[in-house]
């Protein structure tokens, strides 16, 4: 293979389920590696044996990406071809990969992409929500109060909300989504490229229950996807009715903040407004 340089790092995707979806160059990539660092040394000789490539491994994950960089930078400077695999997808997309390609691009190493499988943009592509314009929130935080903080950070944007999350969280996300985003259009994929791969949409309300039904149906990989805030209500909604949205939210625990954005979003009017109004009813008070 003329063009595969020595002394280069070659950050290369890998399929996020059947692995029909390697691509040849990405093979060929992998085949002609004298080091190929993983994320799982164990899962990627799965791969690996299927290919039939028998190249050196080293493991690059979290919590040793950092001292990994001089294992990697002492392998580019002695001319070899080192491969960066996640366990699946592109490197670096809610996987490890950053520091190392920053490091190496900051001293003028050659990083070179061998694009290919994305759970990402496998998703948006069939997903039937808008595309135009996304944005990636990739996994969130463990803590429901840290969920629902990140939620209400972007429920207002016109723009399809794109996150990943796991079969241990899926329950606990859908139901933060339905407190911060209400009746949102949702589309939720799991197990893409896999046997039983599932694209389910409605309302968090409406998947939450589908799973409760089929317990199947929390089983694997998620993405799940949130249409663009609609466009808001006209101002004029009645105060009690404001009132009681927001004793609702904050009797189940949602914060100040995050119930003022869920009222500006459904009733209208100013963000800042609603804020005062949420506070004076968790302090025991009433706005007028």
């Given at each position: 293979?003329?063009?595969?340089?020595?002394?280069?790092?070659?950050?290369?995707?890998?399929?996020?389920?059947?692995?029909?979806?390697?691509?040849?160059?990405?093979?060929?990539?992998?085949?002609?590696?004298?080091?190929?660092?993983?994320?799982?040394?164990?899962?990627?000789?799965?791969?690996l044996?299927?290919?039939?490539v028998?190249?050196?491994?080293?493991?690059?994950?979290?919590?040793?990406?950092?001292?990994?960089i001089?294992?990697?930078?002492?392998a580019?400077?002695d001319?070899?071809?080192?491969?960066?695999?996640s366990?699946?997808g592109?490197?670096?997309?809610?996987?490890?990969g950053?520091r190392?390609?920053?490091?190496l691009?900051?001293?003028?190493?050659?990083?070179?992409?061998?694009?290919?499988?994305?759970?990402?943009?496998?998703?948006?592509?069939?997903?039937?929500?808008?595309?135009?314009?996304?944005?990636?929130?990739?996994?969130?935080?463990?803590?429901?109060?840290?969920?629902?903080?990140?939620?209400?950070?972007?429920?207002?944007?016109?723009?399809?909300?794109?996150?990943?999350?796991?079969?241990?969280?899926?329950?606990?996300?859908?139901?933060?989504?339905?407190?911060?985003?209400?009746?949102?259009?949702?589309?939720?994929?799991?197990?893409?490229?896999?046997?039983?791969?599932?694209?389910?949409?409605?309302?968090?309300?409406?998947?939450?229950?589908?799973?409760?039904?089929?317990?199947?149906?929390?089983?694997?990989?998620?993405?799940?996807?949130?249409?663009?805030?609609?466009?808001?209500?006209?101002?004029?909604?009645?105060?009690?009715?404001?009132?009681?949205?927001?004793s609702?939210?904050?009797?189940?625990?949602v914060?100040?903040?995050?119930?003022?954005?869920?009222?500006?979003?459904?009733?209208?009017?100013?963000?800042?407004?609603w804020?005062?109004?949420?506070?004076?009813?968790?302090?025991?008070?009433?706005?007028?």
């Amino acid at each position: 293979m003329n063009s595969f340089s020595k002394g280069a790092l070659y950050v290369v995707a890998t399929p996020i389920g059947n692995l029909d979806d390697l691509s040849r160059r990405a093979m060929d990539t992998l085949a002609q590696a004298d080091l190929i660092a993983a994320e799982d040394t164990r899962h990627s000789v799965r791969l690996l044996d299927h290919i039939g490539v028998r190249v050196p491994l080293v493991s690059l994950h979290e919590h040793n990406e950092t001292s990994r960089i001089e294992r990697i930078r002492q392998a580019l400077d002695d001319g070899q071809r080192v491969a960066l695999i996640s366990d699946a997808g592109t490197p670096l997309i809610s996987d490890p990969g950053y520091r190392l390609v920053q490091a190496l691009r900051e001293a003028d190493y050659t990083v070179i992409p061998i694009p290919g499988p994305s759970a990402l943009i496998t998703a948006l592509s069939a997903a039937g929500l808008p595309t135009e314009r996304f944005l990636f929130e990739g996994f969130l935080p463990a803590k429901s109060s840290g969920r629902r903080q990140r939620l209400s950070d972007v429920v207002e944007l016109p723009v399809t909300i794109v996150l990943y999350e796991s079969p241990h969280r899926i329950r606990q996300l859908l139901e933060d989504i339905e407190i911060v985003f209400g009746e949102r259009h949702l589309v939720v994929a799991r197990e893409l490229t896999k046997t039983f791969e599932t694209f389910l949409q409605g309302t968090a309300s409406t998947l939450l229950a589908r799973m409760m039904d089929d317990p199947d149906q929390m089983r694997g990989e998620f993405v799940v996807m949130m249409a663009p805030a609609p466009e808001k209500a006209p101002a004029d909604s009645g105060q009690i009715d404001g009132d009681q949205l927001l004793s609702s939210l904050l009797e189940e625990g949602v914060g100040v903040k995050q119930s003022a954005s869920v009222a500006t979003r459904i009733l209208g009017g100013r963000k800042s407004d609603w804020y005062q109004r949420a506070q004076a009813i968790k302090d025991g008070g009433f706005c007028n």
